[in-house]
């Protein structure tokens, strides 16, 4: 791996940059280096969606990439991640000959805008959209779904966001104005070919291979490894850490991978979450709805599947949705490879069974049998954008009325995610009826001593767990609840002459 700058297009121009602390976020780049003041910064922490910009990177095998674009943070996302990358700004989407883009003529013509701190943000989500969307090869509408779960990271509190939902999709009746991914992707993959190896700008390393990586990591234990930075960034806006060196291993081509094989799929642990989440989602459509209340879209954006299992939170959410998978996780350094059960992996609050030169590269789930029934519920204190109090996640088998196969998954029930033996040898074997799932919630109560915190009570987090698998039986059953997410406007109307 050579010494040489970070290098990334902006304003069709390459901006390189030879020396930049590790932990310099896109946002400071922007607002202090660059001069760039239109996107703003609200939380510094992810939340609030102001900071938002579009990246354009190269997504697929060598020789038959293709353009991807992402809204993203830029308040926690690290500059040396630009490295290959085009970056979109508001800034950069009016012109002098064409006048506003659609993004922003949507939001004045549907009056999206009052104060106008988070419209920056709002607009870069909605640039994204518009990208992937309308600009490509085969345009399509723009439903309201599509239009929430796009803005879902971007908070506003003054407008309100129904103006801002319809000025979404009302973006693809305005003249088209694409940018030219021809032209994009030969710049994107000339940058990368001309820099020819991974980077190493200063104190920030960030490899292209994985063998390149395990030696980094064994020879450089001083850097942090980092992959998204949707947990470290926080680190450093909020809690003021600096490191004198990172390790980057969004970079590395063998973790980017979803490859479906014989009877598994193995998803590499830089592939993105909005990416991971889609591959499980195509496999079983049921987890559509837990995937899409997974943080806001521009984390999911950045945020990796590795980096959520191995950063360890105990209110992680994707863990106890693979623990009721049965995934397993490949542990790779110089000494060789190791695979173990996820729920093996952490051995106490935060702890791993990691070694300080070893890297997680992988994420196995077994495809074959599939579970009759599989369903993952999440608790948390607002629907969109918000971190569990409780995940509870089940994949049951049934045989002539019996439970055959059962896998239980939960979080924020302990120090760490964790599998529910008690409550699973409960159901093993028994009749999948009332008296069974009654009797399995009573252990899972008592199976967990949960912490109480400010998410939720130790209490209500056994109540709610057991509340869970009852609603899991239920819908079992055929009987679902009143989804929070199938309300609308239309089905909340009183019918006509009724009571108002
Ligand atoms: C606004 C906001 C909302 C969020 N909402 C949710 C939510 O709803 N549910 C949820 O579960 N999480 C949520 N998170 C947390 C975060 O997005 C996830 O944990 C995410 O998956 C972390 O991945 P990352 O790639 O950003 O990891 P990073 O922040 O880059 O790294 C996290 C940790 O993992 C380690 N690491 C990363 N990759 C590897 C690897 N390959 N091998 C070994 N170690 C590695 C790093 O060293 C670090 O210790 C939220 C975060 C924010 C900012
Ligand atoms: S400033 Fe709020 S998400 Fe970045
Ligand atoms: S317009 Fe004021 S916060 Fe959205």
């Not at 500059?79 to 922003?104: I, K, N």
Request: glycine content about 10%; aromatic content about 6%.
């Amino acid at each position: 791996m050579q010494a040489r700058p970070i290098r990334f297009l902006h304003r069709q121009q390459t901006v390189s940059l030879p020396e930049v602390e590790p932990t310099r976020t896109v946002l400071e780049w922007l607002r202090e280096d660059a001069g760039c003041t239109g996107t703003k910064e609200g939380c510094g922490e992810g939340d609030c969606g102001a900071c938002c910009v579009v990246v354009a990177e190269l997504e697929g095998p060598a020789g038959a990439e293709r353009v991807r674009w992402r809204s993203i943070n830029s308040c926690i996302r690290f500059v040396s991640s630009l490295d290959g990358c085009a970056l979109w700004t508001v800034e950069d989407l009016a012109s002098p000959q064409d006048g506003l883009h659609p993004a922003q003529q949507a939001m004045v013509d549907c009056h999206g805008s009052q104060c106008g701190f988070c419209t920056p943000g709002f607009v870069m989500s909605m640039f994204a959209l518009y990208q992937q969307r309308v600009a490509g090869a085969e345009p399509q509408r723009i439903t309201r779904e599509v239009a929430q779960e796009a803005l879902s990271g971007n908070l506003c509190r003054c407008t309100g966001y129904r103006p801002i939902v319809e000025a979404t999709q009302t973006m693809p009746g305005y003249p088209l104005r694409g940018v030219d991914e021809t032209a994009l992707l030969q710049q994107l993959r000339a940058l990368r070919d001309g820099d020819g190896t991974g980077l190493q700008a200063g104190a920030t390393l960030r490899p292209r291979h994985l063998q390149e990586l395990l030696a980094l990591r064994e020879a450089r234990p001083d850097a942090q490894l980092i992959a998204g930075c949707t947990d470290v960034g926080l680190w450093v806006t909020k809690q003021h850490r600096r490191f004198a060196s990172t390790l980057d291993v969004t970079g590395v081509h063998e973790l980017q991978q979803v490859i479906e094989g014989p009877g598994q799929l193995e998803i590499g642990a830089a592939v993105r979450l909005s990416d991971a989440y889609a591959a499980l989602v195509a496999r079983w459509p049921q987890l559509r709805t837990f995937a899409n209340r997974f943080a806001g879209l521009p984390v999911r954006e950045s945020g990796t599947l590795g980096g959520n299992i191995a950063n360890g939170s105990p209110i992680g959410d994707s863990m106890p949705l693979l623990i009721a998978l049965g995934a397993r996780v490949r542990l790779q350094s110089r000494r060789g490879a190791r695979e173990l059960a996820l729920e093996d992996l952490y051995l106490g609050y935060r702890q791993t069974a990691m070694a300080s030169d070893e890297v997680l590269t992988h994420v196995l789930l077994p495809l074959h049998p599939p579970p009759g029934l599989l369903q993952a519920y999440k608790l948390s204190k607002r629907f969109d954008d918000d971190i569990s109090a409780v995940c509870l996640a089940l994949a049951v088998t049934l045989h002539a009325g019996r439970v055959q196969q059962v896998r239980i998954g939960v979080g924020g029930m302990a120090a760490t995610a964790a599998r529910a033996p008690q409550t699973e040898a409960a159901l093993q074997g028994q009749a999948w009826d009332e008296a069974t799932v009654r009797a399995a919630m009573a252990v899972l109560r008592r199976e967990f001593d949960p912490l109480s915190d400010m998410r939720a009570s130790a209490a209500y987090r056994r109540e709610a767990a057991s509340g869970l698998l009852w609603r899991f039986w239920l819908e079992s059953q055929g009987i679902g609840p009143l989804r929070v997410e199938q309300l609308t406007l239309a089905t909340l109307q009183p019918a006509a002459g009724g009571v108002t």
